[in-house]
């Protein structure tokens, strides 16, 4: 998988848990979860649980408070789908 | 009520009027059972509704999670931090519920509350809240909640 391909399926994942969806249209690698897209910090677990899921991957809680940024959570899934 | 169960209520960050649990009969982990007897004078009763008091969805709600998220929480920090609650605030953050029936004066409301996922500190349970004596399920749905520390919140 290529990043921009995950960054693809992550937007779909995130989508519902952001309330205003135009902060989706440009979605860099620098935008922020919760500062920039406003997700609040409950859905980020939400979140992260359906990219186990959708990802067949494990994410603990070192990893967890890695992903604050769309690139970060791309390279944490990146990193996983290698090791499991 | 075993020693456990009376040091999590003693534990509790609330106190009456906002005190919502009696009892908690039993807990594992994956579930937890707890009741609240609605006392006559409960001070929303004057409001809601003048001489027809009727418990507001609100508070159920309330007691669903204060025993269904906020004591099985701390029962499942027991083991690693029996003082669960220090220097923190339990944190509703979501709820989906539905309601059968109506809860009056003096009826015992029983809450049993079964684990869908505890992870990253945030936990999810799917909570039903029957009538004790009548058996009558009064309301049903998920809750989800977290800790965090005091000096978090803005």
Known sequence: ?84 | MSELFAAIIQKLPYSPPFLFVDEILSADENSIKGTYKLKKDEFFYRGHFPGNPVTPGVIITEVMAQIGLVCFGMYLNSTSSPDGMDGKVPVFTSSCVDFYSPAYPEQTLEVTSSKIYYRFGKLKCRIECHNRDSKQLICKGDLSGLLVNKNELK
Do not use: C, F, R
């Open chain 1, 1 to 84: 998988m290529t990043k921009d391909e995950i960054k693809a399926e992550i937007k779909g994942v995130i989508e519902p848990y952001v309330i205003q969806k135009e902060l989706l249209d440009n979605l860099s690698d620098e935008i922020q979860l919760i500062g920039d897209l406003k997700i609040n910090s409950a859905h980020v677990v939400d979140i992260v649980l359906d990219i186990e899921e959708k990802y067949d991957i494990t994410i603990d809680d070192e990893s967890i408070n890695k992903m604050n940024t769309i690139g970060e959570a791309i390279e944490v899934i990146l990193e996983k789908m290698k090791k499991d």
